[in-house]
């Protein structure tokens, strides 16, 4: 079958550094995605990594290691309004882009 | 339009009835996935477009879930003969095409409640 596994929630500071960690088992693996979904709200696109290695944008990271069907997003200088759920997604080979997505994680940061 | 427009945004339906839900993608883009969200839960594949045709029904739930998408813009969402369980968010979301690196952008959702 085609999984992602992510955890549940995390709680951070504002200020601080976390990571989000994403593991996947999905065949046809093309390359992995990361969305934010603020509660009510649409899912927004934050960054796509389709090589090994580390993306930048801005105070957000994301990177991908296909040897270890493993990816992690990385949010430094929390503010208060990063509290929103992560999903990773796995985007699919030969399957117009469709994005198999994990269960999401809920990221709580306090003052 | 200026983003993903999806309508009704919210849907209270007796089960047993049929439901539409309409989605309007950003103008320009060919490619058209509709998502399903429970309570809490990630994103469940429905189905998705290229222009007009659907290559790819996989995620539909039953026979009783079915999509069109006209002038390769509007698409619609039917559920025929509600069942408790349908009741969850409909996402639907654009990309300019159906690429490995092309950004879906969702709508705000219908959240459909079936009593």
């Known amino acids: 079958g085609q999984s992602l596994e992510q955890p549940s929630e995390v709680t951070a500071v504002e200020g601080a550094i976390v990571q989000i960690n994403c593991t996947y088992q999905?065949?046809?693996?093309?390359?992995l995605s990361w969305y934010q979904q603020h509660d009510g709200g649409a899912p927004t696109f934050l960054s796509y990594?389709?090589?090994?290695g580390l993306e930048e944008t801005g105070r957000f990271s994301s990177f991908l290691s296909r040897s270890d069907s493993y990816g992690y997003l990385l949010l430094q200088e929390l503010q208060m309004k990063d509290s929103a759920s992560y999903f990773c997604?796995?985007?699919?080979?030969?399957?117009?882009?469709?994005?198999?997505f994990g269960q999401g994680t809920e990221l709580s940061v306090k003052p | 339009g200026a983003g993903v427009s999806q309508s009704p945004s919210n849907k209270v339906t007796e089960k047993g009835k049929d439901v539409e839900l309409r989605c309007d993608p950003i103008?320009?883009?060919?490619?058209l996935y509709w998502y399903r969200q429970s309570l809490g839960q990630g994103l469940e594949f429905l189905i998705y477009?290229?222009?007009?045709?659907?290559?790819?029904k996989s995620g539909l739930p039953s026979d009783r879930f079915s999509a069109e998408r006209t002038g390769g813009s509007v698409s619609t969402l039917t559920i025929q003969r509600t069942q408790q369980e349908d009741s969850a968010v409909y996402l639907c979301?654009?990309?300019?095409?159906?690429?490995?690196?092309?950004?879906?952008?969702f709508g705000n959702g219908t959240r459909l409640t079936v009593t």
């Open positions: 979301a654009s990309s300019l095409e159906a690429g490995y690196n092309s950004p879906l952008h």
């Open positions: 999905t065949s046809g693996f093309y390359g």
């Open positions: 990594n389709g090589l090994d």
């Open positions: 997604a796995a985007v699919i080979y030969n399957q117009g882009g469709k994005l198999i």
């Open positions: 103008s320009g883009h060919t490619a």
């Open positions: 477009f290229q222009g007009n045709s659907a290559p790819d």
